[in-house]
């Protein structure tokens, strides 16, 4: 508009003796515009900040508000561009994308569902804004749901839990696995990951102790390192404006702050200053060092201000204090609508506007850039229409988002070539995961005689609850107790190794096999078969495999009961 404004003044009210000169300048500047791309955001040779601000100037308030929505699990594919597929969507998680009865677990399928949901939303939305496809990576890629038919091949690589990691003391194996784990996710067409988890564990209750690399700062901060080089390149790529190599993430850790603090999932965290800056913020600050660009918001609050809509949590420490302004924040799951119960917001603060509304505002201008399940920022589009809060909030956290997509190439490379899903479950990434495995077992006594156990001419009693999935010998609950939380949920028959399957098939012995106690259920009745069969004549060892599972670990849960524990421990 400024350029034909300016063409029309140059051009028109001069004498007819200049006219003629003018008249060729005119047009050769004319020609000159229209050679400028009308979308400058989608010239690649940009810098990324500009292209954010190119396309922040061409975009509405809806538009604005539906970049800063993550949908759900409940909403497909289908269901995201009939609802934004004229304005654009902030980003959906990558195992939502096809419905479960039409790809099932199968990872190609899948991949070109996100590629022709891509190529739909670009096309169909105004200003051809492409979808952040996300996954958890904690230690593999997330899969689809339950209800999934078995997979086909393996989803992905599944390495060990965090907590396993801790136990190398080998920061660059952690590192490996942290690689490793991007080329999987960037080629199954994912660029945002959560992960790394840095924060730092101190009470044992805590019911996710399986996802965090331990309970030093200093140790944590190692990994917290190592874990961002891995995924998202190192500190040449620290600037959020920065692009991404192809096989590299968008790493946005987990749980800003102090989670972790309590002895359940979401536990107040009241700390001191020194203890809150050299225990709690200490791997963040490495992980930001390491070229993390974005955290995740806690569950909790941190004396007494809920993380998700505290500036000083989010904007004062993140942004400021750890030196990541225009890192990228994002809610956890339903935590927006969740200020209610905490009392900061009031439903009813606005009259005739959604009840979400205040809580919304808060967490917006607190810094929180992305709302993970789109419950609470739905209500911006009618709180910024009529002034309830400024947009330049609004702009930063679209702004945010956009400079992720940017950054990782989503506008210029629409779709993933499936030729790379080669890299998935690779024989180097599965060899990586028993290397990594291996040296985080520890061993913590082996009295004379024990172990190793001889081949031959012993009888075992296998016991516990983890040890293995009995006589039907296919994929049971055993083995997503083995591998942890944020793993994929439908497994291939044989992808994970039990204790049972290693006595059997690997080693010829010859064992009895009872459980004796589950897991999740509070019941004992079992031990006395247990007791018998390890008694029995001619039995030489007794292998317990205890442990927890899905029920005694992970989110939503705490520890503080020791059910299982007690279970086991009477075992």
């Known amino acids: ?53 190119a396309l922040l100037a061409e975009m509405t308030t809806e538009e604005k508000v539906n970049q800063v929505l993550q949908l759900w699990t409940t909403v497909n594919g289908t269901g995201a561009l009939a609802t934004y597929g004229k304005t654009g969507v902030g980003a959906m998680y990558i195992f939502a994308t096809a419905a479960d009865a039409a790809c099932g677990a199968d990872r190609a399928c899948r991949l070109e569902a996100r590629n022709a949901l891509q190529a739909a939303m670009v096309k169909t939305s ?42 190398t003391w080998n920061r660059s194996l952690v590192e490996a696995v942290a690689a490793a784990v991007a080329k999987e996710a960037r080629a199954s067409g994912v660029e945002r990951a959560f992960s790394p988890e840095v924060q730092v564990a101190v009470d044992p209750r805590f019911g996710r102790m399986e996802e965090n690399f331990g309970a030093d700062p200093a140790l944590v901060s190692a990994y917290a390192a190592a874990a961002t080089v891995g995924l998202g390149g190192g500190p040449a790529y620290a600037d959020p404006n920065s692009y991404l190599r192809p096989d590299k993430l968008v790493a946005q850790a987990k749980h800003f702050a ?15 200053p020194q203890t809150l800056f050299n225990v709690f913020l200490r791997p963040w600050r490495a992980f930001v060092e390491a070229g993390g660009r974005g955290a995740m918001a806690g569950h909790n609050s941190v004396n007494a201000e809920p993380c998700h809509s505290s500036a000083y949590v989010l904007t004062a420490l993140f942004r400021r204090e750890l030196n990541c ?24 603060r606005y009259p005739g506007f959604s009840g979400n509304t205040d809580a919304a505002i808060q967490a917006l201008e607190a810094g929180l850039d992305l709302d993970l399940g789109a419950f609470g920022y739905p209500a911006l589009l009618a709180a910024v229409q009529k002034n309830l809060t400024d947009v330049r909030h609004l702009d930063r956290a679209a702004g945010n988002v956009l400079r992720s997509k940017f950054a990782a190439g989503l506008f210029d490379h629409v779709r993933v070539d499936p030729a790379g899903l080669a890299v998935v479950h690779s024989t180097p990434h599965v060899r990586l995961a028993r290397e990594a495995a291996t040296q985080g077992c520890v061993l913590l006594q082996n009295p004379p005689g024990v172990l190793p156990l001889r081949r031959e001419g ?15 010998r296919v994929t049971c609950d055993v083995s997503h107790n083995l591998i942890g939380g944020y793993s994929p949920t439908v497994l291939s028959d044989g992808q994970v190794v039990t204790l049972q399957d290693a006595l059997d098939a690997e080693l010829g012995m010859a064992y009895d096999f009872v459980r004796g106690v589950d897991v999740d259920s509070p019941s004992t009745a ?42 086991c421990s009477r075992l």
């Open 126 to 167: 105004r200003l051809g804004i492409p979808i952040s496809f996300v996954s958890e990576t904690l230690h593999s890629i997330m899969s689809p749901g339950p209800d999934a038919p078995a997979a086909p091949v393996p989803l992905s690589t599944v390495f060990p839990m965090p907590v396993t990691q801790g136990a």
């Open 325 to 348: 302004s225009q890192c990228f924040i994002t809610s956890d799951f339903n935590d927006v609508p969740n200020l209610n119960n905490f009392g900061t917001a009031d439903k009813n």
């Open 1 to 53: 508009k400024a350029t034909v404004s300016v063409l029309n003044c140059f051009c028109k009210g001069h004498a007819w003796g200049v006219v003629a000169m003018r008249g060729l300048a005119c047009l050769a500047w004319a020609a000159a515009a229209a050679a400028v791309s009308p979308r400058p955001w989608l010239d690649a040779s940009l810098p990324v900040s500009a292209r954010v601000d």
């Open 258 to 272: 102090a989670y972790g603090a309590g002895a359940y999932d979401g536990a107040p965290a009241d700390v001191s």
């Open 526 to 567: 079992g031990i006395p078969a247990a007791v018998a069969a390890a008694a029995r004549a001619g039995v030489g060892a007794a292998v317990l495999m205890l442990g927890d599972g899905a029920g005694t670990c992970g989110e939503g849960v705490r520890a503080s009961s020791w059910t299982s524990w007690k279970r």
């Open 458 to 472: 012993l009888t075992v009693a296998l016991l516990g609850p983890n040890a293995g999935c009995g006589a039907a």
